[in-house]
């Protein structure tokens, strides 16, 4: 956790657009029909698997830059500050 709380710690330092959506789950009966939506609960392990995926493409993006290699990007537009 230690490795974590060190990526989450400089990831809030850069103050990231947090979109904490929360995910539904839909839930079915044995017959394959829908039953119910409900809310998923979001646990640190799905956030400590985000940043880490997130950590592997910025490391993944500056290799490749460093080794001149062509590459697409996907840039946003910054958000405004109040949002």
Excluded: T
Excluded at 2 to 20: I, N, S, V
């Amino acid at each position: 956790m230690g490795a974590w709380r060190a990526l989450d710690a400089a990831r809030q330092r850069r103050e990231p657009l947090d979109l904490d959506l929360p995910e539904k789950r839909i839930e079915l009966d044995a017959d394959g029909r829908v039953v119910g939506v409900r809310r998923r609960e979001r646990l640190d392990a799905h956030r400590v698997v985000e940043d880490f995926m997130i950590a592997a493409n910025v490391s993944a993006a500056k290799a490749l830059e460093q080794a001149a290699f062509p590459c697409v990007y996907r840039i946003h537009e910054a958000p405004p500050r109040e949002r």
